[in-house]
């Protein structure tokens, strides 16, 4: 038996960290696939478990392998989402959690069209600007 894909997207600020935290405290068994990305980290951010930090020449050489089962460029750096580890716990019967950007949720739905896709809006542009 297959196990569930989920995509949680929207633009940045929106909540979807908060909203995804959330879902794994509740749901017992939620994998959660760690996205890798070109940038710096952020203050706080763990490797590992916030992403897994890379530089562009193996984002690169990932790219070329299909190593990823999504990316996209966003504000200068790559983003992507590793797909060996997505279709082995979704093979085993696994739900699966991704929190990607919008481009990335367009390029899972092609691979994935029978997955949940949440698309998360800010309540307005100004709180969205705030959180900016």
Known sequence: MSGLLFVISGPSGVGKSTLRKTVISCCDGLRYSVSVTTRLPRSGEREGLDYTFID?????????????????????????????PIEAWLAQGCDVILEIDIQGAQQVRW??????????APPSLQVLEKRL
């Open 56 to 84: 562009n020449e193996t984002f690169e050489r990932m790219k070329k392998e299909h190593a990823f089962l999504e990316w996209a460029k966003v504000h200068g750096n790559y983003y992507g989402t590793p797909r060996k």
């Open 111 to 120: 691979s994935f069209p029978e997955g949940v896709f949440v698309y998360i």
